[in-house]
Every structure is written in C-alpha cells, then in structure tokens.
C-alpha cells in the first residue's frame, strides 16, 4: 500500500517540500511533519524553496536498488540520490525501516534517533557531503554529530559499552 503526504512549513512562507510515500507496510515511519523538520535542520539556509522525496520500500526493493546502483547486493537503511536537474528538487532518499530499526536495536538506540541521523545523513549526501575520504568522512561526521546534539541525540558514532 502506498502513501503519499506533503509536508509544507506550519508558519507558511516557502520552507522545504517534503514528498513522502511508503511502498511497504512493515516497521513504523515518522510522520511527514517530523522528517521535513530534521531534513530542514540538515539543510539549513539552503531548505527554503526546496523539494525533497523520501521513499520508505522494504527489504527487497531496498536490497534491489542497492545492488543496482552501489554494487552491494544486500539491503541499506539509505540511499541517497541527487537530483540531476537544477532547481527546487534536491533528489530522493529510500529509506528501508526493516533495516534501520535492526541496526538501531543492534546498537541500543532509540529508533526514532536513528531515523533523525538516516534522514540527515542521507540529506547531508544529496547536498554534496560524503564519506570515501578519511577527512571527507571526519568533516560529514562532526556536522551530523552537531545537527543530532541540536535534536538532543548523542554522538551515534561514540562506542557504547
């Protein structure tokens, strides 16, 4: 079953669009208000006039889009793809809840935690952050650390135990 939502600044004005539609029933998803929020915060002076789309799809398709597009024939929490056009779309991220929250569990985090840091990382990939270098990785790290310690989440990259 699928659904769509529009989430749109509550103050109006023209803050970030956010397109979200669920291919899959299994696990839960924040609503549409909460994943525009954390995307924003990610986004920060660049959110307003841009349109966002996040795809939540299970294990399957997740797994299938993987190993299409990064060679990696196993289901992801995210993926991220930029737009390839200028204008307000900054691209779409698939998000696979199945996986998140078996890693989240794995960890001991909230789910909800875990789902802030996908959505911003994922965000922080279609805005031109990524992690292939030592340094490019640190830097991407220090500004997801930030923006989580913003929502009151800690460090996910802290060892717990």
Partial sequence: MASRARARPATGGAGLTL???RLTRSGRVPGAVALRSWATLA???RAPGHELSILVVGPVRSRSLNRRYRSRNQPTNVLSFPSAM????LGDLVICPQVLRREAR???LPERAHWMHLVIH???????YD???PADARRMERREVRLL?????AN???SVG
């Fill in 131 to 133: 992690h292939e270098r």
């Fill in 156 to 158: 996910p990259y802290r």
């Fill in 106 to 108: 794995a960890a001991g």
């Fill in 43 to 45: 986004l920060g002076r």
């Fill in 19 to 21: 397109n979200l539609r």
């Fill in 86 to 89: 200028r204008g307000p779309g």
């Fill in 149 to 153: 310690r913003a929502l009151g989440v």
């Fill in 122 to 128: 994922g965000v922080l990939h279609l805005i031109g």
